[in-house]
Structures are given as C-alpha cells and as structure tokens.
C-alpha cells in the first residue's frame, strides 16, 4: 500500500499518544521528556503544576511534584513548552517537559505519563508522524538521523541541507518534466476520437533526454554524498621502519601508535578515526609487511593483509632510503586499479635517497598510483599528503546541495533512469504509447519512492526502526 493513499487515514486515526525521554541516557544539565498525540496537553496537566495555562509556542514554568496529586511536595522545576496541532514539528499535538538531566525525574515524568495513558514511543516514530502529517517527506526525515549521527561539521551541513528539502528541490523538475510527458501521452490515447493529436516520436524523445542528464548528475553525486555521511576505511601499509606509524600519528596529530627505531613494532592494527575535509577517515596503522619467523608477528602481519584487502583506500608508505624490495614491488601490483596512494617518505634524507626517489615514484607511475613525497619527522608533504587522500576519496567531485546519500536513495534514482531509458528505446522502434507509458510509470513511481509517496509500509519501518526512541 502506497504512503500516498495511507498516510491521510493514518494521520486522521491517531487516537494513542506517546511519549520518551527524547534526551541521550545519562546525568547532564537538561532531560527533555516528550508527548505527542490528543492528550498530550492533559497528561503533561497532571505530571506537573503549571504557574500559567499552556499557551501554543510558548514555554511555562512548572514544578515537578514527588506524588499525583496538587499537595506533593516539589522535587524539580521545569520548562514545558507546548504545540498546539497542526503547528508541530509531528502535525499532532505536542508537549515537551524539559527538566534538570536527572535519570531519576526523567523516569517519574515518564512513568506517569504513561500510568496516565500515553504509550512508550517507538524509535522514530515522532519523526514517522511528522512523515504521515506531510511536514516532512522522506528524504528530509532521513536526514534527521543524519544530522543525530553527524560526527563532522560537513556532514551537519550536508544533512540540514537535505532537511531542507535539497534533494527534493533536485527531483522535483525532473518528476514534474516527466508528469507532462505522462499526461501529453494519455491525453493523445484518451481523446484520439477528439481530433487531439498523437505525439510525435522526436517530441517523446526530446522530453525524455531533457529529463536524463538531471538524474545522470543526480546519481553521479551519489559518490560524495555516501562518503560524507558514512565515511571511509584507509589501511596505510609497508615494510617495517618506513615511517607508517609517524605518517599515522602526523595524520592523527597525536602520538597515538607507538614509534621506534626497532623494525617490526606494530604487532597488531591501531585505528583511529579523524575528519578529513569533513569527511570521515578511519586510519588503520598496520604490521610491517616482511617474511618473519616469530608468531605474534606473523600474526600482525596477517591482519594486515586483511587490512589491505578490505580498506577502502590503500596509503602505501616507502621507505626514501631505501630500494623497493619484491614484497612493496608485490603489494604495488595488487593494488593496480584500486583507489591507492603512495607516500615515498623521509624525503628530509634526500642527499642520500634522491635516486631511490625518483625510482619509487617512477614504480608509483608506471602503475598509474599518485605519489606524495613526505617526511613524517619534519612534517613535510604532509598537507600535500592530505589534499591527496580527500582527492581520491571523493573522485575529485565537488560539494554540491542535494546530494543522494544512501543506497535506497541511489537505486530509486537508478530505477527512474531505467525507466526513462526503456521508454526511449521503445519509442526509437515506433511502440504504440501505450507500452511506452508503461516504462514511464515506473521511472515516475521510483522517483515517487525516493521522496516517499509510493514507498511501502515495510520500507517505512525499517527506515525509522534505525532512529533513536524520542526522536
């Protein structure tokens, strides 16, 4: 069943009200309890004695009292704020009871709100109601999670971005091209008896590659957009004493993985998650890659090749000093292909690496893998090193609003582009209109899924089954 048709009898059979503790769990300054449904202002009247009647958009001050009745003694002050419906962030009435962060308040307002015939919020579900009410369709509210989850500045601007409605300002041409196109063609079947001409073959196909690109350039920004918002793994790997633990720490800025002049330190893999350009880069120092007899070592080693194998991009360090040996010139090969980097440190020695150099970075080249010329003990080529790494994470694209940022958004974009494609091709080989609205139907009911009009119930609570409860 489509949210199309549901969400208004949804929303208009609402009868429950629910409520959470929408604050993290934990001590802290402020807890905020919240309610939404009809009783939602009659519940929060009896949790706490109000010094003035609740008023739409404006905050009372109120005392929390240690029993249900007006006599209680006083154990906490609070700030209640109330939303008169529709004029709420869920469409419903709503109550928010902010009082000091204590689990123990926070739990006596909950219980009684309950007690007094609310029901425990699921997770997302105030935020599924603001979907239903149509205060937000469904790209904004997954944008909400993302905003909650946000670790970096940019994916904070990213998901307020798409809470705005970015993405669905990008689609909306493309959807309202392709609702034209629709109507043009049933209008010349429906009235055909009217004198109402049929369209022409290069007109159905001029709209159509009008409609292609936008969603081309729309998918495309599916790369950045899921990187910014999930973020990606980079294994830095090498033989033993190249330098990987100071590239780590240097990238890190902190002396988080053990440095010493003696090979073969990094036993075992040290992560550490940093922002690079906003976007989030889990570094994974591994063991040294060389053959070894002892096996705690060989053990490291071994992960390290899962390291390499897994990681989303590959930072190989050299040793300047030194000449590639068969293991480098081995792991150089693997990575033929796959987003790497090679960073040819200790360039501070370069009296004596200058030959070294160049043959590393011609190996480097050859393979078509960008080299970085670093030294982690001055910190030379450092920053070079990160605008590389943000380059190759992101495929050199630049930031742009709206973009796709989760598989399900990606794959209802790929669908409309589907559609759109077997509509021309069945239109180039002359098939009655009839066959081509079919392909047209779907590329409109994908895009009508991307924003939430045609998207089943089961996709609906598996969306905001990921949410926190209070939110």
């Not at 009896?46 to 006083?74: F, G, I, K, M, Y």
């Not at 495929?395 to 021309?424: F, H, K, M, W, Y």
């Amino acid at each position: 069943m489509s949210t199309e048709s549901s969400a208004p009898e949804m929303t208009a059979g609402i009868v429950d009200t629910i409520a959470a503790i929408s604050t993290p769990p934990g001590r802290g300054g402020i807890g905020i309890v919240r309610l939404s449904g009809p009783q939602s202002s009659s519940i929060a009247a009896q949790l706490v004695r109000l010094r003035q009647p609740l008023e739409h958009a404006r905050a009372r001050l109120a005392e929390v009292l240690d029993e249900n009745d007006s006599s209680s003694e006083r154990i906490d002050e609070a700030v209640v704020t109330f939303f008169a419906a529709p004029n709420s962030y869920t469409g419903d009435e709503l109550v928010e009871i902010a009082a000091h962060g204590s689990p123990v308040v926070l739990d006596l307002l909950l219980r009684r709100a309950l007690a007094f015939g609310a029901r425990l919020a699921n997770p997302g579900e105030f935020t599924e109601r603001a979907f239903l009410s149509d205060k937000l369709d469904l790209t904004q509210a997954e944008a909400v999670r993302d905003l909650i989850e946000a670790q970096t500045l940019t994916q904070a601007r990213q998901a307020a971005s798409q809470m705005g409605g970015a993405l669905s300002r990008r689609v909306a041409p493309c959807k309202q091209s392709l609702v034209e196109l629709i109507a043009l063609l049933e209008a010349g079947i429906d009235f055909a008896e009217d004198d109402v001409d049929v369209t022409p073959q290069a007109e159905i196909s001029r709209r159509i590659a009008r409609i292609l690109p936008s969603l081309a350039e729309l998918e495309a920004s599916f790369s950045r957009g899921r990187i910014v918002r999930d973020g990606l793994t980079m294994a830095i790997v090498g033989r033993p004493n190249a330098g990987k633990s100071s590239l780590f720490n240097r990238l890190v800025e902190r002396d988080r993985s053990i440095v010493t002049a003696t090979p073969g330190t990094t036993r075992d893999m040290v992560t550490e998650r940093i922002s690079l350009d906003g976007i989030p880069l889990e570094l994974v120092d591994t063991a040294g890659l060389r053959e070894s007899f002892e096996e705690v070592e060989q053990l490291g080693i071994a992960r390290s090749r899962e390291a390499l194998a897994d990681a989303a991009i590959v930072l190989v360090v050299l040793d300047a000093t030194q000449p590639l040996n068969p293991e480098e010139r081995g792991v150089l090969a693997a990575l033929h292909g796959r987003p790497a980097l090679v960073a040819i440190n200790k360039n501070d020695l370069m009296d004596q690496a200058s030959d070294v150099l160049s043959a590393d970075q011609s190996a480097a080249d050859k393979l078509n893998i960008a080299s970085v010329a670093t030294s982690a003990l001055t910190g030379d080529g450092i920053g070079a090193l990160r605008r590389k790494i943000v380059e190759l994470a992101t495929g050199g694209a630049a930031v742009e609003p709206g973009p796709l940022t989760n598989l399900r958004q990606q794959q209802a974009i790929a669908a409309a582009r589907s559609g759109l494609e077997d509509g021309a091709r069945a239109n180039e080989t002359s098939i009655p209109h009839e066959m081509i609205l079919l392909d047209l139907y779907r590329a409109l009911w994908a895009l009508d899924s991307l924003t939430g009009q045609t998207t089943s119930d089961d996709i609906l609570n598996l969306i905001f089954s990921t949410f926190c409860i209070g939110k």
